[in-house]
């Protein structure tokens, strides 16, 4: 089980409503708006998905990462390492 199990559709909702405003900005450049405004829906996408990426961090550290490091202090560190290299993969975007 994913440490994220427990709030799987409350992730979905959040995806689907970002999804929606994709297809929102691709309408906005479809329609010609003005850049500044297509860029402010951009800037909210973006923010939208670093919030989704923060709960799942935070789901992954409380659960996965706590579960392996109970059951081997090897097997935790791996699991810290695996999350921070995944943090700094989202630091970078």
Do not use: F, N
Request: glycine residues 6%.
């Amino acid at each position: 089980m994913h440490g994220y199990t427990a709030d799987k559709d409350a992730y979905l909702k959040r995806l689907k409503r970002i999804e929606g405003q994709v297809r929102g900005i691709a309408r906005m450049v479809d329609e010609d708006v003005y850049c500044i405004d297509v860029l402010t829906q951009i800037s909210a996408v973006t923010k939208a998905l670093q919030a989704v990426s923060i709960g799942l961090m935070e789901d992954h550290l409380g659960h996965c990462v706590v579960d392996a490091a109970r059951r081997d202090p090897a097997e935790g560190a791996a699991k810290v390492r695996e999350a921070s290299d995944a943090i700094a993969r989202l630091v970078k975007s």
